[in-house]
Structures are given as C-alpha cells and as structure tokens.
C-alpha cells in the first residue's frame, strides 16, 4: 500500500476536527489544539503525528 494513503481521512468530521485542532496549537498553545483533538476522538497517535510531524501532513490540512 502507498504510505500516502495509509493517512488518508475518510471521515469528514474526523477531517475538521483535525484541522480546527491545528489551527488552535498553531495560534493559542499545544495543549489546546491536542484537547480539541482529543474531545473530538482523534487517535492519539494522529493528533501527535499532526502537530510534531508537519512534514507528514495532508496537503489540505490546516496551515498558517
């Protein structure tokens, strides 16, 4: 399987989570933006990818 792929999001709502949670470790702190992640039932495992691994991101996730 292509590595891209194994990221991909299927879930839309999962999707928006993801990228309100970005947005919030981009502009507030850290700890906010893995709260929203994590109330939002993102896997640990991608809210920590996501917020340290930016080069590992989709290209539509949330940038500043």
């Known amino acids: 399987m ?3 792929r194994r990221h991909d999001r299927v879930d839309a709502r999962l ?3 993801v990228n309100k ?3 919030a470790a981009m502009l507030v702190n850290l700890s906010a933006g893995l709260k929203i992640m994590s109330d939002g039932g993102v896997p640990p495992d991608v809210a920590v990818r996501v917020c340290l691994e930016p080069q590992h991101r989709r ?3 949330w940038k500043r």
């Open 21 to 23: 949670g970005l947005a």
């Open 59 to 61: 290209a539509t996730d």
């Open 2 to 4: 292509n590595d891209d």
């Open 15 to 17: 999707d928006a989570v």
